[in-house]
């Protein structure tokens, strides 16, 4: 675990706790820092990916996501967004095991959070991953949806990491959906639809490197399409 710990954060990235202001040495993290407190580079974005790199700063570390190397007519009209969304399902997930804390907003191409050292789960193969993975998956799964969050790309399984004390965490929240809120209908049903798509996720995983694991209601997970899934399918047919 970092040691920082920070409760709340408001637009600004300052930290806010009801025992004193923990501190948190990248609340105020801007651009030009980026370049001078990087100590490796976790990802290097290409096309429209974004690249990550490590950074530290008093001793801690941190990962910033940054788009600022993306194409221009993506980088100014829909990395934003993503930022954003991310950002969003962050901050309503902070505290949430799990999840990288989010440490601060640098502008509007990059933030940076709590780094996770882990492996992702692209990375193990047939028969690689402990049967008690799987469960752990679920439960982190379950703790986000039941804070009104579904992560939305959990397909790719990079996007889930085992860290060496074998816990688990989920990143890249770029296509998260909050929902639970009041007078948004909308984004509460896709929300829903969308946990529902997050719930194949450890039946997928169990497919491809333990497959002696999956249960019926697994083989019934991935047999059937949900809601979201077969307008989808529908869709791009015509
Ligand atoms: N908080 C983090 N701590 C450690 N590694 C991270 C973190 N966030 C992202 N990464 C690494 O960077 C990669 C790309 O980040 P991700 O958020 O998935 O971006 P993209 O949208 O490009 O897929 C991940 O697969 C992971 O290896
Ligand atoms: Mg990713």
């Known amino acids: ?14 930290c806010k706790k ?15 820092d ?26 801690q570390r941190g990962a910033v996501k940054d788009f600022s190397r993306s194409p ?40 940076v959070m709590e780094y996770i050292e882990g492996t992702p789960l692209a990375d193990f193969k047939m028969g690689e991953l402990p049967p008690e993975v799987f469960p752990r998956v679920q439960g982190v799964i379950d703790g986000i949806h039941q804070r009104g969050v579904a992560h939305g790309d959990l397909k790719r399984r990079s996007n889930l990491l ?12 770029a296509a998260a959906v909050i929902g639970g809120r009041r ?9 829903k639809q969308m946990a529902a798509i997050d719930d194949k996720s450890v039946p997928r995983l169990k ?10 209601a697994d083989r019934d ?7 979201l899934e077969k307008w989808a399918r529908r869709l791009l047919k015509r």
């Open 1 to 14: 675990m970092m040691n920082d710990e920070c409760g709340m954060m408001n637009q600004n990235g300052d």
């Open 18 to 32: 009801g025992n004193g202001a923990a501190h948190n040495p990248f609340a105020r993290m801007r651009r030009r």
């Open 34 to 59: 980026i370049k001078k407190r990087t100590t490796g580079i976790i990802h290097r974005g290409r096309g429209y990916q974004s690249s990550v790199y490590l950074v530290e700063m008093e001793g």
């Open 72 to 111: 221009r007519l993506f980088r100014r009209l829909v990395a934003p967004f993503l930022l954003l969304r991310e950002m969003r399902a962050l901050q309503r997930l902070q505290d949430t095991p799990g999840v990288p804390r989010l440490y601060g907003r640098i502008d509007r191409l990059a933030f």
């Open 162 to 173: 085992l860290t060496p004390d074998g816990e688990i965490f989920l990143i890249d929240f």
């Open 183 to 191: 007078l948004r209908p909308l984004s509460n049903w896709l929300q």
């Open 207 to 216: 497919k491809f490197v333990a497959p002696e694991l999956l249960t019926q």
């Open 221 to 227: 997970k991935l047999d059937n399409p949900t809601r």
